[in-house]
């Protein structure tokens, strides 16, 4: 696009991984493995009468996500009535936070493929509840309110994203972040993690923004950057057709891989929203965010800094290291057990990832512990056994869960390293092949890499290569001198 700026903001809706939902006891289930109507009570249910009470786990868990966005808290909360009427929304109301949200003016630096990283603002981050789920079958719609009443964080950036590479990079960042902080699972397709790009055109270099139109049901990040790069080609037809945008709310049709119109956008006096008269307004004081903050994690950007400044890793290696939290946990504890930092991340990236790709395991999952991979890295590095050697023993630990150095010992894999030994097994291969010996001195030089060759199968494989090396050029060069 040339003549056209793209302006897009995303809101994000994140369910949040408390025990109980935000305003009643209900145990917050899998929406899709939990039997339907199983987690509920009559305050998710919106009978008469019931009183909400607000979860405070589920302000801790938006703390943490406000604090590591750089947000400023707001002290003063107040839950407000979202009126509208929708089956999966049995109080006919949803309860949020309208002119006061928890927190206000925060940022996430993202990082494009090409290196270059940039700041997006963060409007805001507010608290609210889910709605129940709907599922239509050919009778009629079938609705499950297990999901209505769990705490549902927003995340609503500044229109500060310019292309669909970006909105991809800030809403992959945003789903790291979260699950990091261990309040989300980051799944878009159990819609644990919904994306919702507002996107917009005007002509470049123009001051004023274009009409937005807001992207729905996208279930992964495909769809994200598929219905961006569609939606943005869309709005530039029609404008270059001489037709204005609609403001709407359109959907993502998977199979057609196109936009549609669904509905014309609300606006928020279609809300009818007031202070929720059940709940008293929510002190958030400083102490609880000062408590919140002491007990956030390392951040994935300062993990990265750290990985290329303090261990000397590539900004690729860093990145792929700190991606999740595990993995960089268990990097770190590998550190820890002795190991060296580059070594390591070798044999991680290299190795250990390929054999969990091919299991299907997470680093949570595999048996193979950080203190087991220093062990093996260090048979490696002191020459008991080769390298090769060594991926075929993690292999075998991978699956076994083995040790390392019980491994080599039981299958007889330490090498020769022994050299009166070896120089031994030279001089029989030498004296075994007189032909080769005279044609190496005639000139077939070559011949060099058959004699070690030779040595490694009468050692079947076990000679140090490095020493086998050696000891047949010291060999071939007595018997020229
Ligand atoms: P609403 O709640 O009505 O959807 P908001 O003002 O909260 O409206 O904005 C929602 C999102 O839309 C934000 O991420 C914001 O950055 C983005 N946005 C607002 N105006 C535009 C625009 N003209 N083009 C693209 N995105 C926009
Ligand atoms: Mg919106
Ligand atoms: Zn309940």
Known sequence: MTRYEPVIGLEVHAELMTDAKMFCGCRVVDSVEAAPNTAVCPVCLGMPGMLPVINRRAIDFALRVALALDCEIQEHNVFARKNYFYPDLPKGYQLSQYELPLARHGSLQITLDSGETKRIGIRRVHMEEDTGKLTHVPEG????????GVPLLEIVSEPDLHSAEEVYAYAQKLRQLLRYLEVNTGDLEKGVFRVEPNISIRPAGSKTFGTRTEVKNLNSFRALAA?????????????????????????????????????????????????????????????????????????????VSRYVGVFDLSAYDASVLTADRPIAEWFEAALGAGGEPKTVANWLINNLFALMNESGQAVTEIQITPEQLVELITLVEDGTISNN?????????????????????????AQISD???????????????????????????????????????????????????????????????
């Open 141 to 148: 719609t079938l609705v499950d309110y297990n999901r209505s």
């Open 227 to 303: 219905a961006t790069e569609y939606e943005l080609a869309r709005q530039e037809a029609v404008l270059e057709a001489g037709g204005g945008v609609v403001q709407e709310t359109r959907g993502w049709h998977e199979g057609r891989r196109e936009t549609f119109s669904q509905r014309s956008k609300e606006e928020a006096e279609d809300y009818r929203y007031f202070p929720e008269p059940d709940l008293p307004p929510l002190q958030v004081q400083e102490q609880w965010v000062a408590a919140v903050r002491s007990r956030l994690p390392e951040l994935p950007d300062a993990k």
């Open 389 to 413: 050697t060594g991926k075929e023993v993690l292999a075998e630990m991978f699956g076994s869960g083995e040790g390392a150095a019980a491994i080599v010992e039981r299958r007889g894999l």
């Open 419 to 481: 050299e009166a030994a070896l120089a031994a097994v030279v001089s029989e291969v030498m004296e075994a092949n007189p032909d080769q010996v005279t044609a190496y001195l005639d000139g077939k030089v070559s011949l060099k890499g058959w004699f070690i060759g030779q040595v490694m199968r009468e050692t079947r494989g076990k000679a140090n290569p490095q020493l086998a090396n050696k000891l047949v050029e010291d060999h071939l060069s007595t018997l020229e001198g």
